[in-house]
């Protein structure tokens, strides 16, 4: 697996933000402080950890897609001492699929088959980022994951999954967060780590306090 990874081409949304904007959003809904994990939150590896690895991404995003490999890679070896946490920040100023694909994860998750969804629109970014019959898209990869359909389908457009994924997006927001993908160690963001390793060592170092 290459392991090291472009910085610069870590997306940043300054610009983005002027065609976001947060007027509209309702301030009800679960609060997700950043760096804290939040009882809904979609978490992989040792829960009950003092180590907390969040990441903040965009299923679109190709830089996100870049570090896909590194956090399955983290999450073999350090699954059983680390809590590790995806939340979603979907760049919709220039991903225009991506919170339909944030949705979609969540859809699938409905039926206990997040991080499979999560593999899938990763590794199948390609086909579906511009793809202008996105839903099927997605529907396909559900049928891959075995899940019901019709139920899958229901979940998409459902107005629980709409509102927890725009929640997700709109603290990322209203926190300051500039780009994706965006990661936390314990609550203190980090600089994205340029490789594996260089990820290894801040989580040992955090293991080891």
Not at 69 to 85: A, C, Q, S, Y
Not at 123 to 146: G, H, I, M, R
Request: with cysteine; glycine share 6%.
């Amino acid at each position: 697996m290459k392991t090291f990874i472009w910085i610069g081409t870590v997306v940043i949304v300054l610009v983005a933000l002027m065609f976001w904007g947060v007027k509209g959003t309702s301030s009800t809904g679960p609060s997700f402080e950043l760096g804290v994990v939040h009882p809904l939150d979609n978490i992989k590896g040792n829960a009950s950890s003092t180590v907390v690895v969040m990441e903040y991404s965009d299923f679109q995003c190709p830089a996100c897609r870049s570090y896909y490999p590194i956090m399955k890679e983290l999450m073999v070896e350090f699954g059983d001492r680390v809590t590790f946490v995806y939340r979603h920040f979907p760049l919709i100023g220039i991903h225009p699929n991506a919170e339909f694909a944030a949705r979609a994860a969540e859809a699938a998750g409905k039926q206990g088959k997040f991080w499979e969804m999560h593999d899938l629109l990763f590794e199948k970014q390609d086909e579906w980022a511009k793809a202008p019959d996105v839903e099927s898209k997605f529907e396909s990869y559900a049928t891959l994951l075995n899940i019901s359909i019709e139920q899958f389908k229901t979940d998409w457009v459902s107005k629980e999954v709409k509102d927890f994924v725009k929640t997700q997006r709109m603290h990322a927001i209203k926190s300051g967060l500039q780009g994706t993908p965006s990661f936390f160690i314990n609550g203190k963001q980090i600089q994205n780590p340029a490789s594996v390793q260089a990820f290894k060592i801040l989580i040992n170092e955090a293991l080891a306090n």
